[in-house]
Protein backbone atom coordinates (compact mmCIF):
# COMPACT_ATOMS: atom_id res chain seq x y z
CA UNK A 1 0.00 0.00 0.00
CA UNK A 2 1.15 3.69 -0.69
CA UNK A 3 0.10 7.00 -0.29
CA UNK A 4 -0.81 7.75 -4.12
CA UNK A 5 -4.20 5.10 -3.77
CA UNK A 6 -4.98 6.78 -0.56
CA UNK A 7 -4.83 10.21 -1.93
CA UNK A 8 -7.20 8.98 -4.87
CA UNK A 9 -9.51 8.30 -2.62
CA UNK A 10 -9.19 11.29 -0.82
CA UNK A 11 -9.95 13.00 -3.74
CA UNK A 12 -13.24 11.13 -4.14
CA UNK A 13 -14.30 11.56 -0.97
CA UNK A 14 -13.77 9.25 1.40
CA UNK A 15 -11.58 9.05 4.30
CA UNK A 16 -10.64 7.37 7.56
CA UNK A 17 -13.40 8.03 9.81
CA UNK A 18 -16.17 8.19 6.57
CA UNK A 19 -14.36 5.38 4.17
CA UNK A 20 -17.17 5.91 1.21
CA UNK A 21 -18.02 7.68 -1.47
CA UNK A 22 -21.34 8.44 -2.49
CA UNK A 23 -22.72 7.96 -6.38
CA UNK A 24 -26.09 8.86 -7.28
CA UNK A 25 -26.71 8.80 -3.31
CA UNK A 26 -25.68 5.41 -3.26
CA UNK A 27 -22.52 4.24 -0.60
CA UNK A 28 -19.55 2.98 -1.71
CA UNK A 29 -17.22 1.29 1.03
CA UNK A 30 -13.94 1.60 0.14
CA UNK A 31 -11.37 -0.73 1.71
CA UNK A 32 -7.55 -1.61 1.24
CA UNK A 33 -6.39 -5.23 0.76
CA UNK A 34 -5.94 -6.83 4.28
CA UNK A 35 -3.24 -9.31 2.91
CA UNK A 36 -1.03 -6.13 1.89
CA UNK A 37 -1.56 -4.39 4.88
CA UNK A 38 -0.32 -8.12 6.79
CA UNK A 39 2.73 -7.44 4.62
CA UNK A 40 3.29 -3.64 4.88
CA UNK A 41 3.08 -4.45 9.06
CA UNK A 42 5.61 -7.02 8.72
CA UNK A 43 8.37 -4.96 6.66
CA UNK A 44 7.95 -2.42 8.96
CA UNK A 45 8.09 -4.62 12.06
CA UNK A 46 11.50 -5.88 10.21
CA UNK A 47 13.20 -2.50 10.19
CA UNK A 48 11.68 -0.69 13.21
CA UNK A 49 10.74 -1.72 16.84
CA UNK A 50 7.02 -0.74 17.78
CA UNK A 51 6.11 1.53 20.52
CA UNK A 52 2.76 0.33 21.54
CA UNK A 53 0.66 0.34 24.10
CA UNK A 54 0.15 -2.66 26.94
CA UNK A 55 -2.13 -3.63 29.57
CA UNK A 56 -0.82 -1.93 32.33
CA UNK A 57 -1.83 0.82 33.97
CA UNK A 58 -1.15 3.28 37.06
CA UNK A 59 -2.70 6.16 37.94
CA UNK A 60 -5.55 6.26 34.64
CA UNK A 61 -2.28 6.36 32.74
CA UNK A 62 -1.50 3.47 29.97
CA UNK A 63 1.70 1.84 29.91
CA UNK A 64 3.81 1.74 26.98
CA UNK A 65 6.38 -1.23 25.99
CA UNK A 66 8.36 -2.27 22.66
CA UNK A 67 7.83 -5.11 20.87
CA UNK A 68 11.15 -6.11 18.91
CA UNK A 69 11.52 -8.26 15.82
CA UNK A 70 14.77 -9.59 18.08
CA UNK A 71 12.30 -11.26 20.50
CA UNK A 72 10.98 -13.42 17.44
CA UNK A 73 14.43 -14.59 16.35
CA UNK A 74 15.35 -15.43 19.81
CA UNK A 75 12.77 -17.61 20.46
CA UNK A 76 13.25 -19.27 16.95
CA UNK A 77 17.21 -19.85 18.39
CA UNK A 78 15.66 -21.24 21.73
CA UNK A 79 12.73 -23.07 20.19
CA UNK A 80 15.26 -24.94 17.45
CA UNK A 81 17.32 -26.47 20.51
CA UNK A 82 14.56 -29.10 20.97
CA UNK A 83 15.96 -32.21 19.13
CA UNK A 84 12.68 -33.83 17.92
CA UNK A 85 10.04 -31.32 18.52
CA UNK A 86 9.37 -27.38 18.64
CA UNK A 87 6.27 -24.86 19.45
CA UNK A 88 6.51 -23.36 15.85
CA UNK A 89 7.38 -25.66 12.96
CA UNK A 90 6.38 -23.68 10.45
CA UNK A 91 9.04 -21.00 11.39
CA UNK A 92 11.80 -20.59 9.24
CA UNK A 93 15.10 -18.62 8.11
CA UNK A 94 13.32 -17.46 5.00
CA UNK A 95 10.30 -15.83 8.02
CA UNK A 96 12.98 -14.06 10.21
CA UNK A 97 15.04 -12.52 7.18
CA UNK A 98 13.35 -12.81 4.12
CA UNK A 99 14.76 -11.15 0.90
CA UNK A 100 12.87 -9.07 -1.64
CA UNK A 101 10.99 -11.82 -3.37
CA UNK A 102 10.16 -13.53 -0.07
CA UNK A 103 8.67 -10.35 1.43
CA UNK A 104 5.42 -10.16 -1.09
CA UNK A 105 4.53 -13.59 0.16
CA UNK A 106 1.58 -12.69 2.35
CA UNK A 107 1.90 -16.72 4.06
CA UNK A 108 5.18 -16.20 5.63
CA UNK A 109 4.36 -12.54 6.93
CA UNK A 110 0.91 -14.79 8.44
CA UNK A 111 2.91 -17.44 9.92
CA UNK A 112 5.73 -15.21 12.15
CA UNK A 113 2.65 -13.39 12.91
CA UNK A 114 0.28 -16.78 14.23
CA UNK A 115 -0.70 -18.22 17.27
CA UNK A 116 1.67 -20.70 17.28
CA UNK A 117 4.26 -18.06 17.38
CA UNK A 118 2.82 -16.03 20.27
CA UNK A 119 2.08 -19.27 22.45
CA UNK A 120 5.51 -20.61 22.24
CA UNK A 121 6.86 -17.37 23.25
CA UNK A 122 4.35 -17.35 26.25
CA UNK A 123 5.43 -20.54 26.80
CA UNK A 124 8.94 -19.47 26.63
CA UNK A 125 8.74 -16.62 28.75
CA UNK A 126 7.11 -18.43 31.37
CA UNK A 127 10.39 -21.12 31.93
CA UNK A 128 12.39 -17.97 31.45
CA UNK A 129 14.46 -18.85 28.57
CA UNK A 130 12.90 -15.38 27.25
CA UNK A 131 13.01 -11.83 28.93
CA UNK A 132 9.77 -10.64 30.33
CA UNK A 133 10.11 -7.96 27.94
CA UNK A 134 9.19 -10.17 25.21
CA UNK A 135 5.54 -9.95 26.37
CA UNK A 136 4.92 -7.06 24.71
CA UNK A 137 5.90 -8.61 21.11
CA UNK A 138 3.72 -11.60 21.94
CA UNK A 139 1.04 -9.80 22.83
CA UNK A 140 1.51 -7.43 19.69
CA UNK A 141 1.75 -10.84 17.70
CA UNK A 142 -1.36 -12.63 19.47
CA UNK A 143 -3.41 -9.51 18.11
CA UNK A 144 -2.11 -9.90 15.13
CA UNK A 145 -3.12 -12.81 14.22
CA UNK A 146 -6.76 -12.44 15.53
CA UNK A 147 -7.31 -9.52 13.48
CA UNK A 148 -6.31 -11.31 10.22
CA UNK A 149 -9.02 -14.20 11.08
CA UNK A 150 -11.16 -11.66 11.40
CA UNK A 151 -10.36 -10.23 8.02
CA UNK A 152 -9.69 -13.28 6.83
CA UNK A 153 -12.92 -14.90 7.95
CA UNK A 154 -14.53 -17.87 5.13
CA UNK A 155 -16.08 -20.49 7.40
CA UNK A 156 -19.45 -20.43 9.65
CA UNK A 157 -17.59 -23.22 11.72
CA UNK A 158 -15.17 -22.31 14.50
CA UNK A 159 -11.50 -23.45 12.20
CA UNK A 160 -9.28 -25.04 14.20
CA UNK A 161 -10.92 -23.81 17.33
CA UNK A 162 -10.05 -20.28 16.28
CA UNK A 163 -13.05 -18.23 17.07
CA UNK A 164 -11.66 -15.10 15.40
CA UNK A 165 -12.07 -16.60 12.11
CA UNK A 166 -15.73 -17.29 11.77
CA UNK A 167 -17.63 -15.63 9.63
CA UNK A 168 -18.43 -12.20 10.86
CA UNK A 169 -22.32 -12.30 12.65
CA UNK A 170 -23.57 -9.85 15.66
CA UNK A 171 -22.46 -12.57 18.27
CA UNK A 172 -19.05 -12.82 16.54
CA UNK A 173 -15.99 -11.06 18.92
CA UNK A 174 -15.00 -9.18 15.97
CA UNK A 175 -16.23 -5.34 16.84
CA UNK A 176 -14.99 -5.60 20.23
CA UNK A 177 -11.14 -6.88 18.87
CA UNK A 178 -11.70 -4.27 16.11
CA UNK A 179 -12.29 -1.36 18.64
CA UNK A 180 -8.98 -2.37 20.48
CA UNK A 181 -6.84 -2.92 16.80
CA UNK A 182 -8.22 0.71 15.79
CA UNK A 183 -6.73 2.13 19.50
CA UNK A 184 -3.53 -0.01 19.12
CA UNK A 185 -3.18 1.84 14.92
CA UNK A 186 -3.15 5.33 16.60
CA UNK A 187 -1.43 4.44 19.55
CA UNK A 188 1.80 2.87 18.11
CA UNK A 189 4.87 4.04 16.94
CA UNK A 190 7.74 2.78 14.77
CA UNK A 191 10.56 4.08 16.41
CA UNK A 192 13.42 5.68 14.41
CA UNK A 193 11.21 6.23 11.27
CA UNK A 194 10.65 9.69 10.15
CA UNK A 195 6.97 8.73 9.50
CA UNK A 196 3.93 6.99 10.20
CA UNK A 197 3.79 4.16 7.71
CA UNK A 198 0.20 4.46 5.18
CA UNK A 199 -0.87 0.92 6.20
CA UNK A 200 -0.77 2.05 9.90
CA UNK A 201 -3.87 4.13 8.80
CA UNK A 202 -4.79 2.23 6.47
CA UNK A 203 -5.89 -1.09 8.87
CA UNK A 204 -7.96 1.94 11.16
CA UNK A 205 -9.55 2.76 7.03
CA UNK A 206 -10.17 -0.56 6.51
CA UNK A 207 -11.47 -1.92 9.97
CA UNK A 208 -14.16 1.40 9.55
CA UNK A 209 -14.94 0.16 5.87
CA UNK A 210 -15.71 -3.91 7.19
CA UNK A 211 -17.73 -2.31 9.99
CA UNK A 212 -19.81 0.12 7.83
CA UNK A 213 -20.21 -2.91 4.98
CA UNK A 214 -21.58 -5.25 7.94
CA UNK A 215 -23.89 -2.37 9.56
CA UNK A 216 -25.51 -1.85 6.08
CA UNK A 217 -26.22 -5.27 5.55
CA UNK A 218 -27.06 -6.47 8.35
CA UNK A 219 -29.50 -3.32 9.18
CA UNK A 220 -31.40 -3.00 5.44
CA UNK A 221 -31.23 -7.03 4.29
CA UNK A 222 -33.07 -9.42 7.14
CA UNK A 223 -31.58 -12.32 5.79
CA UNK A 224 -28.44 -11.72 5.31
CA UNK A 225 -26.99 -13.61 9.04
CA UNK A 226 -23.06 -13.12 8.50
CA UNK A 227 -20.29 -12.14 6.19
CA UNK A 228 -17.49 -13.90 4.54
CA UNK A 229 -14.69 -11.29 5.24
CA UNK A 230 -12.48 -13.15 2.68
CA UNK A 231 -14.89 -11.60 -0.15
CA UNK A 232 -13.51 -8.16 0.75
CA UNK A 233 -9.84 -9.02 -0.48
CA UNK A 234 -8.82 -9.18 -4.14
CA UNK A 235 -7.18 -12.57 -3.93
CA UNK A 236 -9.85 -13.86 -6.11
CA UNK A 237 -9.26 -11.09 -8.76
CA UNK A 238 -5.06 -12.20 -8.61
CA UNK A 239 -6.38 -15.47 -8.75
CA UNK A 240 -8.64 -14.79 -12.06
CA UNK A 241 -5.60 -13.20 -13.68
CA UNK A 242 -3.46 -15.72 -12.88
CA UNK A 243 -5.25 -18.30 -14.83
CA UNK A 244 -5.91 -15.94 -17.53
CA UNK A 245 -2.20 -15.72 -17.92
CA UNK A 246 -1.52 -19.18 -17.55
CA UNK A 247 -3.53 -19.40 -20.47
CA UNK A 248 -2.00 -16.81 -22.68
CA UNK A 249 0.96 -18.83 -22.72
CA UNK A 250 4.08 -16.76 -22.95
CA UNK A 251 2.53 -13.80 -24.09
CA UNK A 252 2.98 -11.66 -21.02
CA UNK A 253 1.22 -8.54 -22.74
CA UNK A 254 -1.87 -9.50 -24.48
CA UNK A 255 -3.97 -7.35 -25.96
CA UNK A 256 -7.84 -6.93 -25.26
CA UNK A 257 -8.91 -9.77 -27.67
CA UNK A 258 -6.34 -12.23 -26.32
CA UNK A 259 -7.62 -11.41 -22.69
CA UNK A 260 -11.22 -11.63 -23.33
CA UNK A 261 -10.12 -15.33 -24.94
CA UNK A 262 -7.99 -16.36 -21.88
CA UNK A 263 -11.26 -15.27 -19.85
CA UNK A 264 -13.52 -17.67 -21.82
CA UNK A 265 -10.88 -20.41 -21.48
CA UNK A 266 -10.38 -19.65 -17.92
CA UNK A 267 -14.10 -19.76 -17.45
CA UNK A 268 -14.37 -22.83 -19.59
CA UNK A 269 -11.77 -24.77 -17.48
CA UNK A 270 -13.62 -24.23 -14.42
CA UNK A 271 -10.87 -21.37 -13.55
CA UNK A 272 -8.01 -24.10 -13.45
CA UNK A 273 -4.79 -24.26 -14.49
CA UNK A 274 -2.16 -27.23 -13.81
CA UNK A 275 1.25 -25.15 -13.42
CA UNK A 276 4.82 -26.41 -14.30
CA UNK A 277 7.40 -27.45 -11.80
CA UNK A 278 10.99 -28.27 -12.38
CA UNK A 279 11.34 -31.69 -9.97
CA UNK A 280 12.16 -35.09 -11.46
CA UNK A 281 9.38 -37.89 -11.06
CA UNK A 282 10.82 -39.32 -7.76
CA UNK A 283 8.91 -43.01 -8.29
CA UNK A 284 6.43 -42.81 -5.02
CA UNK A 285 3.85 -45.24 -6.22
CA UNK A 286 5.27 -47.69 -3.55
CA UNK A 287 5.27 -44.89 -1.01
CA UNK A 288 1.50 -43.67 -1.81
CA UNK A 289 0.18 -47.37 -1.77
CA UNK A 290 1.63 -47.82 1.57
CA UNK A 291 0.24 -44.87 2.84
CA UNK A 292 -3.05 -46.03 1.45
CA UNK A 293 -3.46 -49.09 2.89
CA UNK A 294 -1.97 -47.52 6.49
CA UNK A 295 -4.38 -44.52 6.56
CA UNK A 296 -7.44 -46.75 5.70
CA UNK A 297 -8.99 -47.47 8.51
CA UNK A 298 -10.57 -50.82 10.10
CA UNK A 299 -14.34 -51.53 9.32
CA UNK A 300 -15.16 -51.35 12.83
CA UNK A 301 -12.56 -48.92 14.91
CA UNK A 302 -14.01 -49.55 18.23
CA UNK A 303 -14.14 -52.82 18.25
CA UNK A 304 -10.63 -53.35 16.80
CA UNK A 305 -9.11 -51.61 19.42
CA UNK A 306 -10.90 -53.16 21.99
CA UNK A 307 -9.80 -56.56 21.12
CA UNK A 308 -6.12 -55.08 20.73
CA UNK A 309 -5.85 -53.37 24.07
CA UNK A 310 -5.84 -56.43 26.37
CA UNK A 311 -4.58 -56.28 29.51
CA UNK A 312 -0.99 -57.19 28.65
CA UNK A 313 -0.79 -53.83 26.42
CA UNK A 314 -2.94 -51.72 29.08
CA UNK A 315 0.40 -52.86 30.89
CA UNK A 316 2.78 -51.73 28.74
CA UNK A 317 1.53 -48.49 28.08
CA UNK A 318 1.56 -47.53 32.15
CA UNK A 319 4.72 -48.46 32.19
CA UNK A 320 7.04 -45.40 31.61
CA UNK A 321 9.37 -45.09 28.96
CA UNK A 322 13.24 -43.60 30.50
CA UNK A 323 12.96 -40.01 29.51
CA UNK A 324 15.86 -37.86 30.53
CA UNK A 325 14.28 -34.12 29.70
CA UNK A 326 12.40 -32.39 32.44
CA UNK A 327 8.76 -32.07 32.02
CA UNK A 328 9.27 -28.37 31.98
CA UNK A 329 11.65 -28.51 29.00
CA UNK A 330 10.28 -27.10 25.56
CA UNK A 331 11.18 -30.37 24.03
CA UNK A 332 8.45 -31.80 26.55
CA UNK A 333 6.31 -29.28 26.02
CA UNK A 334 5.96 -29.30 22.12
CA UNK A 335 5.94 -32.90 22.30
CA UNK A 336 2.79 -32.94 24.57
CA UNK A 337 0.84 -31.09 21.85
CA UNK A 338 1.62 -33.01 19.21
CA UNK A 339 0.48 -35.98 22.09
CA UNK A 340 -2.55 -33.88 22.48
CA UNK A 341 -3.11 -33.76 18.32
CA UNK A 342 -2.52 -37.68 18.28
CA UNK A 343 -5.58 -38.44 21.17
CA UNK A 344 -7.99 -35.53 19.70
CA UNK A 345 -7.83 -37.35 16.10
CA UNK A 346 -7.62 -41.07 17.12
CA UNK A 347 -9.54 -41.50 20.42
CA UNK A 348 -13.35 -42.32 19.15
CA UNK A 349 -14.86 -43.74 21.81
CA UNK A 350 -12.72 -46.50 23.44
CA UNK A 351 -12.56 -45.66 27.09
CA UNK A 352 -9.42 -47.68 27.41
CA UNK A 353 -7.78 -45.37 25.24
CA UNK A 354 -9.09 -42.34 27.11
CA UNK A 355 -7.42 -43.79 30.82
CA UNK A 356 -4.02 -44.41 29.42
CA UNK A 357 -3.56 -41.52 26.86
CA UNK A 358 -5.76 -38.79 28.61
CA UNK A 359 -4.08 -37.11 31.36
CA UNK A 360 -6.53 -36.38 34.58
CA UNK A 361 -4.98 -33.73 35.71
CA UNK A 362 -2.49 -30.73 33.97
CA UNK A 363 0.76 -31.05 34.01
CA UNK A 364 3.70 -28.91 33.86
CA UNK A 365 4.43 -30.24 30.21
CA UNK A 366 1.16 -28.86 29.25
CA UNK A 367 2.23 -25.09 29.67
CA UNK A 368 2.12 -24.58 25.89
CA UNK A 369 -1.31 -26.21 25.16
CA UNK A 370 -2.56 -24.31 27.73
CA UNK A 371 -1.52 -21.13 25.51
CA UNK A 372 -2.64 -23.04 22.56
CA UNK A 373 -5.57 -22.50 24.37
CA UNK A 374 -8.36 -19.97 22.39
CA UNK A 375 -10.45 -19.26 25.29
CA UNK A 376 -9.61 -19.52 28.87
CA UNK A 377 -13.03 -20.44 30.01
CA UNK A 378 -13.76 -23.61 27.70
CA UNK A 379 -10.39 -26.20 27.20
CA UNK A 380 -10.98 -27.37 23.31
CA UNK A 381 -7.72 -29.06 23.59
CA UNK A 382 -6.25 -32.41 24.98
CA UNK A 383 -3.77 -32.91 27.73
CA UNK A 384 -2.09 -36.22 26.70
CA UNK A 385 -0.73 -38.47 29.76
CA UNK A 386 2.71 -38.69 31.21
CA UNK A 387 3.27 -41.77 29.64
CA UNK A 388 2.01 -41.33 26.08
CA UNK A 389 4.16 -37.83 26.34
CA UNK A 390 7.36 -40.17 27.16
CA UNK A 391 6.61 -43.10 24.69
CA UNK A 392 6.19 -40.28 22.07
CA UNK A 393 9.36 -38.52 22.64
CA UNK A 394 11.44 -41.99 23.30
CA UNK A 395 10.22 -42.92 19.38
CA UNK A 396 10.86 -39.78 18.04
CA UNK A 397 14.00 -39.65 19.57
CA UNK A 398 14.76 -43.83 18.55
CA UNK A 399 13.35 -42.39 14.62
CA UNK A 400 15.75 -39.77 14.46
CA UNK A 401 18.93 -41.80 15.69
CA UNK A 402 18.35 -44.42 13.18
CA UNK A 403 17.87 -41.90 10.02
CA UNK A 404 20.94 -39.85 10.92
CA UNK A 405 22.88 -43.29 10.95
CA UNK A 406 21.36 -45.73 8.43
CA UNK A 407 18.65 -43.21 6.14
CA UNK A 408 21.69 -42.08 3.48
CA UNK A 409 22.88 -46.01 2.63
CA UNK A 410 18.91 -45.82 1.39
CA UNK A 411 19.11 -42.78 -0.55
CA UNK A 412 16.33 -40.97 1.84
CA UNK A 413 18.77 -38.56 2.75
CA UNK A 414 22.41 -37.42 1.84
CA UNK A 415 24.99 -38.20 4.18
CA UNK A 416 26.43 -34.44 4.84
Same mark, same amino acid.
Given at each position: ?133 ? #? ?23 ? @? ?84 ? =? ?12 ? +? ?24 ? #? ?16 ? =? ?11 ? +? ?39 ? +?????? @? ?18 ? =? ?32
Amino acid at each position: MDGVNKRALSILGASVEQPYILLNNREVVTIFDTPHLLKCFRNMFLKYDIKCPTNITSNDQIGFGVAKWSHIKEFYETDNTNPNFVFAPCLKQEHLNPNTKQKMKVKLAAQVLSHSVSAGMYAKISQGELSSEA #VTTANVIANMDKLFDCVNACTPDLR @RGKPYSTNMTNNTPYLTHFTLMKNFFKEITFLGSKRAPPSQEGWIWSINGIERIWRNLSSKHKSIKCLETRRLQQDPLENLFGCIR =ANCGCNSNPTAGQF +VAGLKTAVLSNLSFIGTGNCEEDQNQ #VILTNFKSLLSPPTDTHT =AYATILTDELEES +VNSTFECSLEESSGEIQACAYVCGFIVKNNLNKCEICKKNF +VSETQE @RSHTFIDFKEYSDLKKSLKY =ASKNLINCIESSATMIYDFLEAEAYKKKIKRDN
